[in-house]
C-alpha cells in the first residue's frame, strides 16, 4: 500500500466561497481519482485526475464546479467551487499503484453554511 | 444504468458467528469485484478482491463470485466486535479502468 496524505481532512465554508482540496502520495501512482461521499450514501466518482491534461469527468460533474489538477504522478487537487449546502459531503481521493488496487485517502468532511 | 445492490442492513450477529454480507450487480460484462470496510467517519478500507469464479479466502474472509448469478458475497467467520462496520461492494466494468461502481453498504454490527 502506500501513504495518501489528503488535506484539510475537514472544513466549514459559506456558500458561494471555495475551497481545494489537496491528496499527496507516498509511492509511485499510476491513476487518481477523485469520488464524493453524501451523507448516508455511498461513494460516486467525480472525475478522473490525468496527469498534465485535464480530467475525465463523470455524468453529473463538470469542470466548472469541480475543476482538478494534477501536476506529477503523486499529487492532485480537487476544488469544490461556489459551494452551496448540497456540496457538504466527503470527498475522497483513491489512487492505484503499479500492481495493486485502489486504495483511499482519509477524505475531507466538508460542511457548507 | 450500471448498479450495485446491496441490502443496507443492519444485520446483526452474535459474537464468534459467520456474517455472510451480499452483492448483486447489474453489468453482465463486470469484471472485477472489491469488499472495502468502513468504519465510521473513516474512509474505505480494501479487505478483498475476487476476478475469478468460485472462492477467495484470506484470513477469516471469503469473497465468493457467481457470475452467471451476477452475485458475490463476503464472508467474514468468528466475527469480531471491531468488524463492526458498514461494508462497500464495488464493481469495476470496464476492466482495468478502476472506476469502481459502489454499492451503498451493508452496515454489519456484531453483538458482544
Known amino acids: 500500500s502506500a501513504v495518501i496524505s489528503q488535506k484539510p481532512s475537514r472544513d466549514i465554508c459559506q456558500r458561494g466561497t471555495s475551497l481545494t482540496i489537496q491528496c499527496q502520495v507516498d509511492s509511485q501512482v499510476t491513476m487518481m481519482f477523485w469520488y464524493r461521499q453524501q451523507p448516508g450514501q455511498s461513494l460516486t466518482l467525480i472525475a478522473t485526475?490525468?496527469?498534465?491534461?485535464?480530467?475525465?469527468?463523470e455524468s453529473g460533474f463538470v469542470i466548472d464546479k469541480f475543476p482538478i489538477s494534477r501536476p506529477n504522478l503523486t499529487f492532485s487537487t480537487l476544488t469544490v467551487s461556489n459551494m452551496s449546502p448540497e456540496d457538504s459531503s466527503i470527498y475522497l481521493c483513491?489512487?492505484?499503484?503499479?500492481?495493486?488496487?485502489?486504495?483511499f485517502g482519509q477524505g475531507t468532511r466538508l460542511t457548507v453554511v | 444504468q450500471k448498479e450495485v445492490e446491496q441490502n443496507s442492513g443492519p444485520l446483526s450477529v452474535p459474537e464468534g458467528a459467520i456474517a455472510s454480507l451480499n452483492c448483486t450487480y447489474s453489468d453482465r460484462g463486470s469484471q472485477s469485484f472489491f469488499w472495502y470496510r468502513q468504519y465510521s467517519g473513516k474512509s474505505p478500507e480494501l479487505i478483498m478482491f475476487i476476478y475469478s469464479n468460485g472462492d477467495k479466502e484470506d484470513g477469516r474472509f471469503t469473497a465468493q463470485l457467481n457470475k452467471a448469478s451476477q452475485y458475490v458475497s463476503l464472508l467474514i467467520r468468528d466475527s469480531q466486535p471491531s468488524d463492526s462496520a458498514t461494508y462497500l461492494c464495488a464493481v469495476d466494468t470496464t476492466s482495468g479502468t478502476y472506476k469502481y461502481i459502489f454499492g451503498t453498504g451493508t452496515r454489519l454490527k456484531v453483538l458482544a
Open positions: 485526475a490525468n496527469q498534465g491534461s485535464e480530467a475525465t469527468y
Open positions: 483513491s489512487v492505484v499503484l503499479v500492481g495493486t488496487e485502489a486504495f
